[in-house]
Structure formats: C-alpha cells, structure tokens
C-alpha cells in the first residue's frame, strides 16, 4: 500500500468548503477530527435503509440493525485487540468510560484511604473522576509528575505505589505535549503493586490500531469523534475477569437478566454496561471509521503525521517570536505553542481569519497548564489529511499575527 494524502483528501467533503473566503485549513483534529465520506454513507444508509432498535425485535429490520450494531463490536475487538468482544462496551465518549470505571469501582472496590495514581498531563476527563472518589469515598489521590516535555520517570512512578494503591490512570499520548507514555511497563509495574491501569487513548486511537493485550492494560477509553467517527460513541475495554466482577453503572433495559418485583438480576458483560437504547447509528458509524483507518497504508499514515509535525516544529521554532511546549521523542502529531506577550485566544482569532483552525485554551489540562507555567496555549494538530502546505499556511498565519499584536 501506498500512502498518498491527496486522495485521502478526496474523502473528506468537508476539506472543500472555504473559511472567510480561504479554503478551509483545519488543525484542530486532537479536538475532533473531520469524517470520511464512508462513515458519512454508513450513517446516513443505515437511517435510509434499515433503522430499527437493536437486540429486542425479531423482525427484519430489527435483526439487520443488530447485525450491523454487533458488526461494528466486532471492528472494534479488531482494532484494540481484544481478546473477545464482550470486553468491548460501547459508552457515549472517552469521558463517560472514564466515568463507568469510576462509578463501579467506587461502588466496591475503592473506599476511604485507597489510593489513586494520575499524571499532571491528564485530560480532565481522566482527573475529575477521581476527584469524585476523593470527595465521596475518602479516596487519595496520588500525583506522578513529569518534565516539561512530558517524559515520565518510571522509578518516581514506582516509588508512588503502596499496599492501599488500587488504581492507575494514565494517558496513553498527551493532548497538549503529544508525549507517548510508557504504557506496556506501567501496566506490568501496576500489576506488580496488585494495582488496575486504565489507559486513556482518546489521541492515541486515531493514529492507527492499538494491541491492548501486549499493552496489558486492564482498561482502555477511546472516543468515536476523534476517530473519524461521530460524536455521542465511544469505547470502553475492560479485561473480561475484571468486568464480570463489577456491578452495573445505569440501571435499564438490555442491563438485566431478570426484573422482579423483590429483586434484579443483572446480564453478563458488555451488556450490564449498556443500560437502555444505545447510540445506534455512532455505533455503525465508529465501525465505518475503524474500518477506513483499518484499511489505510498505517505506517505511510503515521509517517505523514510524523513528518508534518517535525516540519511544523521546525518551522514555528524558527520564527524566534514563538514558544513550543513539548518536544519528547516519537511524541504524536500535537503542536502546543504561544506567541510571545500575545494570549492564544488572540492568535487563535487572527488565524482563523485565515482560514487556519486551531484550538486555544487550557485544553482540559490545567494542572498540566500550571505545571508549564502557561493559563493556557494555542494548539495545531494533524490527521491524515493534512498537508505541509497548510503546515506552511500555520507558520504565515503565525506570522501575520505577530506583526498586528506584537
């Protein structure tokens, strides 16, 4: 296979449309990531032409959508490497997984005095979760620091563990620095404390198919729109031990066994964690788009997005009015940057008058923020469709808003 980025461009409607009369240049895909005319087709075919509620009809509507539904199941078992694909509960994002995970642990297995292991560089998503068992359940937090480019010491993060540490949440690539953590040997350092790991591959995800099983983690959160997916889906696996173990997280249909009026008995994993009507028509769609990225040149698409952001960094590092944040080796396609004495919201404002897209803010990692020193910064980053072009369009936008700020 060969990776060629004009006709992956092809595939993305959305990349000919104009922005305040400039065509489009949108470097905001570590927030959400444009979609391929595929998923599009998957989604709207699936509302055209065969709709029905999953698992509960016998009709033939009803068993085409549930083929569909389990089809896309099987995709994502695929992709992650799941063992089997009752390890794989579909959730609304990365953040509702991170949720689930909180929630039921919380129920049994982690009360007063226990212990939890985060980094300084995590999305809030996988921060404010346990927070909640900080409050409600009397739970420690404990705190892995990291340098300024968001390299991990993995002597520091095995000193944090003891007898009462029950938990790990670590990111799996950071959505500011794009560092790329030490997932496979924090999972075995976890395990050794008797410890559970959940990793966060919501910027991970999209760069191509992950092995949870050689990473070893016991749970792994991805979000569907930030891989070339719809909005409202995402995934959460889990090690089938461990979810046979857990209670329920919502209470409703497709969650039970058997409903009486003295008792409730619960269904086996993944659907005691699917309580009610799921997000039919995402799930379809994340499956299209785990399909598309499946059938992608992968190495030619991570050697694109390596390369344009080694032209970017190189580019805005030469300008000599502008910082960048996080230059750890093999990181992922993420550029954090500020211009110097001008706020990024600013700059986000000037680019997009030139048709550059890029994110600006705090990019839900204010510990991260205050570990750099920064409130907030501007942020570009890349997907498949991207070109050196438009990485060549940031560094001019960049420069235009230097010289009307500075």
């Not at 420069?399 to 700020?405: E, M, S, V, Y």
């Amino acid at each position: 296979m060969t990776f060629n980025v004009q006709t992956i461009r092809e595939q993305f409607p959305i990349l000919s449309r104009e922005v305040h009369g400039k065509p489009l240049c949108y470097l905001d895909n570590a927030a959400s990531v444009q979609k391929p005319q595929a998923v599009i087709d998957a989604i709207s075919g699936a509302m055209a032409g065969q709709y029905a509620n999953v698992h509960r009809g016998l009709h033939t509507l009803a068993n085409e959508t549930t083929a569909a539904f389990e089809a896309a199941r099987e995709t994502v078992r695929c992709y992650l490497n799941a063992a089997s694909t009752d390890e794989i509960v579909f959730t609304m994002g990365g953040t509702d997984g991170a949720n689930l995970v909180g929630n039921v642990l919380g129920q049994e297995e982690i009360g007063e005095g226990d212990e939890i292991i985060l980094s300084v560089m995590e999305h809030h998503s996988t921060i404010v979760p346990w927070h909640f068992l900080r409050e409600r359940k009397g739970a420690v937090l404990k705190w892995l620091d990291v340098d300024a480019d968001g390299r991990i010491d993995l002597d520091q993060y095995a000193s944090l563990f003891t007898e009462r540490t029950k938990l790990v949440a670590i990111t799996h690539q950071s959505n500011v620095l794009g560092t790329v953590t030490p997932v496979k040997e924090m999972a075995r350092i976890a395990h050794l404390h008797g410890a559970i790991i959940l990793a966060d591959g919501c910027q991970a995800a999209v760069h191509g198919p992950v092995d949870v099983q050689n990473l070893g983690v016991d749970f792994y959160v991805l979000t569907g729109h930030k891989t070339y997916g719809p909005t409202g889906i995402g995934v959460l696996y889990g090690k089938r031990a461990i979810l046979d173990r857990l209670p329920p997280y919502r209470g409703g249909g497709e969650m039970i066994d058997v409903v009486e009026q003295d008792r409730v008995t619960y269904n086996v994993p993944p659907h005691r964690f699917e309580a009610g009507t799921p997000p039919i028509l995402e799930v379809i769609g994340l499956g299209a788009a785990l399909e598309w990225i499946m059938a992608q040149d992968i190495e030619g698409l991570r050697a694109h997005e390596r390369a344009l952001t080694d032209h970017a960094m190189e580019a805005l590092r030469a300008t000599n009015f502008i910082e960048l944040y996080g230059e750890a080796k093999d990181k992922g396609p993420v550029v954090a940057f500020n211009l110097r004495g001008i706020h990024p919201h600013d700059v986000s404002t000037i680019l997009d008058r030139q048709g550059v897209a890029v994110r600006a803010g705090h990019h839900c990692c204010q510990p991260l923020m205050k570990k750099l020193g920064v409130s907030a910064t501007a942020r570009a980053s890349f997907a498949a469709y991207n070109t050196h072009d438009e990485v060549e369009r940031l560094v001019e936008s960049c420069r235009k808003a230097h010289d009307l700020l500075s």
